[in-house]
């Protein structure tokens, strides 16, 4: 009977994925593209560990050494296309690569030890720029900001869980010869491939790229200004119905306002006390109540038609709003009489 390893069944699934990813999402999109090669790099790294764990293939080692590095600055590198235009000043993260890759030629026993670091150090920044909220990726899709943030947790937690696991890998190494690597990879280090690849396939839809703006100090107190922009962005969607448009995000509202991303985003939160995120679901949310109570649409074609991508994130920004479920409003809505 053949022998199918865990870490193959990790391998099918990431290419199922993968392929899904393909298919769904608009490649020509630079977003796009970094999410797909991520779910394809842990895909080929569950394969590797899938042929030196699963059929004690020792060849596979180097190639899971020189790949290793790759996967959480391309996974950094993906969630970072979401906040801001990549480029040479801000992909300083290949150079990690190139700093491992070295460090292997050099002496390949002394990688684990960097491949670590760089597990950890990756993860916390990914962490780091989760804290900040929906309003750290301008270039996302309003929409899925609050998926792509739970996406963006998970794989920097994985990937610090992970540089964990190698620490202990080591150690076993060093005390117990490595009786326990296989059972920990197999089982351990295939989890942390599976949740990263699978959280990366939840990386969102990235609106066009447009330079990044000036980041500007805030006043302690709100401002008259951003009283202003408030009310212009209130009159966008009253007057021209722009919450509808499932794609915004905050960099195309800065660029209708022809303001930089973080003063619309601060003016949001300081007035109104809420993310941008929220602030435009509250129209959406009052779009939707109108179309519920007026209409015999279904929830879906209300959903769609009010601007939400998905059905899910409708129904979790409706019970925000109002408390009830779509279907428990309307009900209530219509024997009321409103």
Partial sequence: MLFVPLPLFATFAL?????????????????????????????????LLSLRWGYEID????????????????????????AETLSLQNMWGLG??????????????????????????????LLRRAWGGSDALPLSRISDATDTLRAMRLTGAALIASSFTDAYLIYDFVQNEGRHVGLVVTFVQTAFVLAIGLSAALGQTAAVDTPEEEMLPQSPEPT???????????????????????????????????????????????????????????????????????????????SLAAGFATKSNFNREFSRVTGQTPTEWRKAARSNGR
């Fill in 15 to 47: 290419v199922l994925v993968l392929v899904r990813l393909c298919l769904t999402r608009d490649m020509r999109r630079l977003a796009h593209r970094l999410f797909a090669l991520v779910v394809a790099l842990y895909a080929v790294q569950s394969l």
């Fill in 59 to 82: 060849a596979a080692s180097r190639w899971i050494a020189l790949l290793a590095p790759c996967l959480p600055v391309f996974a950094y590198l993906a969630y970072l296309s979401l």
């Fill in 96 to 125: 990690a690569i190139a700093v491992n890759w070295v460090i292997w030629l050099v002496e390949p026993t002394a990688v684990d030890v960097p491949i670590l670091l760089t597990y950890l150090g990756f993860g916390m920044l």
């Fill in 224 to 302: 008259e200004e951003e009283g202003d922009i408030v009310a212009r962005l209130t009159a966008l969607f009253e007057r021209d119905g722009l919450h509808r448009n499932e794609e915004l995000s905050l960099r195309k509202l800065s660029r209708r306002l022809g303001l930089p991303d973080r003063r619309v985003s601060n003016a949001v939160n300081r007035i109104r006390g809420v993310n941008l995120s929220q602030f435009v679901n509250d129209f959406r949310v009052s779009e939707a109540q109108k179309l519920l109570a007026e209409t015999d649409k279904t929830v879906l074609e209300v």
